[in-house]
């Protein structure tokens, strides 16, 4: 008995020796990589990455570098993890992907296809699902990746944050991560949307550190407008008012601003603080169509006309012409897909499937000729809950 429990913790004892990171590996052989930029060149894939100096960081946050904090790294091959590992040959360290922030695709590259990029990415099991995807308006991918930034060191950071606070107050933006992407490109009935990202300014100047060094930067990045896939491929861009619609048909709006037209002139903004929206899809006759619904509550955040808002009968004009003013932009939506572009964006296909699956067996064959013609009706229930701090604008009580 004795020597059985010896043998049992020399066991335990042994097998304490094998615990621990077996495959570990040190912070100061990994390259830290938070954004990527891939384009097609020549017919291969052109990898750039934008990996971070973690000794200028603390450096610069003591106020002792002015060198930037970040580095870029660029390969081409045939395949996009060749050119991965084709990096090892320029970068000191390998790079390691797992804190990826951003990840921009050229305009050239989206329009020949993601499909490739999208399966790698997607099947490496070091990666998270969490970073934004975005797709460069009209230029490389690289290029947005060379601007340097202000108020964020890292320029791949600031894409991340920058996109992330444009999402959550103005409409025209959305944060597409890759788990929404992959859901969006393998759901029958429906194809992905990305938002753009292009310069604004002269690319070389923003590329030097001077571009940081003035109250206004010489060159900026922006967020512009969506961009249309069919399946994985680019096939077009919405503009602001049209990427605006896709996103509150898609209930993707949690507070934006928009302005209406004040009943003798002038305007009055409205802070969106509430949205839900409904996309409901039926089956009549062998026809499909769709229903959408939507709510909304907002507040008076802006009056540049003269208009007494502490009347009942004004604000429920207002209301209306807040209904008129949404439904009005999704409509131009829904036709820009149906009549330019010809695909289904919305998950209109997903919705009628939902409600009906056995119809949808026979509509699927043919479900691109039938979203040019599917009947849309758009209802809009707009309040108006608040006026801010204040009643009537200061314009009533200037005197002539």
């Known amino acids: 008995m004795i020597r059985f429990c010896l043998s049992a913790i020399i066991g335990l004892l042994l097998c304490s020796l094998l615990a621990g990171c077996w495959n570990r590996r040190e912070l100061n052989t990994l390259g830290i990589q938070l954004g990527a930029a891939i384009d097609m060149k020549d017919g291969e894939y052109r990898v750039a990455v934008q990996v971070v100096d973690p000794a200028e960081v603390a450096s610069k946050s003591k106020g002792g570098s002015k060198r930037v904090p970040v580095t870029m790294y660029t390969a081409t091959a045939p395949t996009i993890l060749e ?125 030097k550190q001077s571009n940081v060094e003035s109250i206004e930067p010489a060159t900026q990045l922006k967020f512009t407008k969506l961009a249309v896939f069919r399946k994985d491929r680019l096939i077009g861009w919405l503009n602001e008012e049209e990427s605006k619609g896709y996103n509150y048909i898609m209930g993707n709006v949690k507070s934006t601003v928009g302005h209406i037209t004040c009943p003798k002139g002038g305007y009055l903004d409205l802070e969106g603080v509430h949205y839900e929206t409904k996309i409901e899809g039926n089956v009549m006759n062998g026809e499909p169509f769709i229903n959408i619904k939507m709510k909304t509550m907002s507040n008076i955040a802006d009056v540049e006309c003269n208009i007494d808002i502490e009347d009942t009968h004004i604000i429920r004009r207002l209301e209306d012409e807040e209904e008129r003013r949404l439904t009005e932009i999704m409509r131009k939506t829904i036709v820009k897909l149906q009549k330019d572009y010809k695909v289904d964006s919305l998950g209109f296909g997903q919705a009628i499937y939902r409600s009906n699956p056995k119809a949808w067996k026979k509509l699927k064959r043919d479900w691109d000729e039938r979203f040019t013609r599917l009947k849309v009706n758009i209802s809009v229930d707009a309040r108006i809950q608040g006026t801010g701090s204040v009643n009537n604008s200061i314009l009533s009580e200037i005197k002539e």
Do not use: C
């Open 83 to 207: 050119a991965y590992r084709k990096l090892t040959t320029i970068s000191p360290r390998k790079i390691y992907a797992s804190h990826i922030r951003v990840l921009v695709l050229g305009e050239s590259l989206a329009r020949d296809g993601i499909a490739n990029v999208i399966d790698l990415l997607w099947r490496d099991p070091e990666l998270r699902t969490d970073y934004y995807i975005m797709v460069a308006n009209g230029q490389e991918a690289k290029n947005i990746l060379h601007i340097l930034t202000p108020l964020e060191d890292i320029p791949a950071t600031k894409l991340y944050k920058s996109l992330d606070t444009s999402s959550k107050a103005w409409a025209v933006t959305n944060a597409f991560t890759m788990d929404k992407l992959i859901e969006q490109l393998v759901s029958e009935g429906g194809n992905p949307v990305l938002t753009g990202i292009k310069v604004i300014g002269n690319q070389r100047m923003g590329e």
